[in-house]
């Protein structure tokens, strides 16, 4: 029998828009396959031992394994834009600030382990993406709605005077997107310290205010 009930919802901000319980499922079992696997090695019955459905019911709500990940990713791009929508603060550069202290948050609010073995897997995919359209589409929509958010708040401190009117939103953005992605990177690849690349990422953007502008750095509990 076809299931037919659907999640209701934003599909910008509610990773299981659209999604009858069964892909949902699925979807979520993606995610912990992939910590466990990784993106290169990760097969559909890995997937599928994740939940009470067979290999084959995973081929009846997705074609394959490139449709199921193309999915995938669009729920991690929800998932991303739900968890850094509205941040604190007063002020844009306050907001800016919170944005980043975030998305780089080492809070616990997620297993050490598993973080860094689902880092290494969204790196697999990112190598990937140049030979594959559907990863490279779902990755390019993450950076883009970050460089939006970013750069829209930077827009608004100009605005605010916050920052200087030479500033450039869209520099600062590009800037802080490629950080980030390096961060991701060499927190995996070198061991290096989030907690210590996220505070030089925050003294760069509040290295950029005016003189006069004082802002609350402490609005978001990242850890050590």
């Given at each position: 029998m076809?299931?037919?009930?659907t999640?209701?919802?934003?599909p910008?901000t509610?990773a299981?828009?659209?999604l ?5 499922a699925?979807?979520e079992?993606?995610y912990?396959a992939?910590?466990?696997?990784g993106y290169?090695?990760?097969?559909m019955q ?7 459905r067979?290999?084959?019911?995973l081929?009846y709500?997705?074609d ?5 990940f193309?999915e995938f990713?669009s729920?991690l791009?929800?998932?991303f834009v739900a968890?850094?929508?509205?941040p604190?603060?007063?002020t844009?550069?306050?907001?800016l600030?919170a ?7 080492t809070?616990?609010?997620?297993d ?5 073995r689902?880092?290494?897997a ?5 190598a990937?993406a ?11 929509r993450?950076d883009e709605h970050?460089?939006?958010?970013v750069a829209?708040l ?9 920052f200087?009117?030479?500033t ?6 590009a800037f802080?997107s490629t950080?980030l992605?390096g961060t ?8 290096s310290?989030i ?5 030089r990422?925050?003294?760069y953007?509040?290295g950029?205010?005016?003189p006069?502008t004082?802002?609350?750095t ?7």
């Open positions: 076809t299931e037919t009930t999640h209701d919802g934003d910008e509610d299981t828009a659209g009858t319980e069964t892909q949902e699925i979807v079992a993606t912990s992939v910590c466990e696997y290169a090695d990760v097969t890995d997937i599928a031992d994740r939940t009470d067979s290999k084959a019911a081929h709500h997705f394959c394994r490139a449709d199921l193309r990713l729920y791009h929800a998932e968890s850094t929508r509205d604190p603060g007063a844009p550069a306050e907001r600030v944005l980043l202290q975030t998305i780089l948050s809070d616990g609010s997620r050490d382990a598993e973080s860094v689902f880092t290494t969204y790196l697999e995919m990112k990937q140049p030979y594959n359209e559907g990863l490279r589409e779902g990755l390019q993450i970050l460089v939006s958010e829209d930077v827009t608004a401190g100009v605005e605010a005077g916050e200087p009117p030479e450039e939103p869209t520099e600062v953005a802080v950080y992605h991701w990177t060499r927190s995996v690849a070198a061991g310290e907690a210590a690349m996220r505070d990422l925050v003294g953007v509040t950029l205010l005016t006069e004082g802002i609350r402490d609005l978001v509990e990242v850890g050590q």
